[in-house]
């Protein structure tokens, strides 16, 4: 199971940390990724990270603004969310590829597990 947690209301311009914690013994086996779901948007790609953190990969709208991070030993992955505008105003979910898949697996959407999501509402 997936929990993500640290969303919140932020102002235009801050800064937020989330989290997901994965349960099972098997975390380090997975690529992860966090995608979101703005209001009457489709849900979309965010970042990704390789299953031992050496790769990772974002979308263009959050380049250079986002870091995604995993603590394998904590079972953990982070992204931190700087720069915040309006646009990224949504429900961010966190998700793994099935065991040993690459990190393009989440790139593409081929996710294995969904967490929930936690709401990021940013203000003006």
């Known amino acids: 199971q997936l929990q993500a947690s640290g969303g919140g209301l932020v102002q235009a311009g801050g800064s937020l940390r989330l989290s997901c914690a994965a349960s099972?013994?098997?975390?380090?086996?997975?690529?992860m990724g966090w995608f979101r779901q703005a209001p009457g948007k489709e849900r979309e790609f965010v970042a990704a990270i390789s299953w031992s953190g050496g790769s990772t990969y974002y979308a263009d709208s959050v380049k250079g603004r986002f870091t995604i991070s995993r603590d394998n030993a904590k079972n953990t992955v982070y992204l931190q969310l700087n720069a915040l505008n309006l646009a990224d105003t949504a429900v961010y979910y966190c998700?793994?590829?099935?065991?040993?898949?690459?990190?393009?697996?989440?790139?593409?959407?081929?996710?294995?597990?969904w967490g929930k999501g936690t709401l990021v509402t940013v203000s003006s």
């Open positions: 998700a793994a590829a099935k065991p040993t898949a690459a990190i393009v697996a989440v790139i593409r959407g081929e996710i294995y597990y």
């Open positions: 099972g013994r098997a975390f380090s086996d997975h690529a």
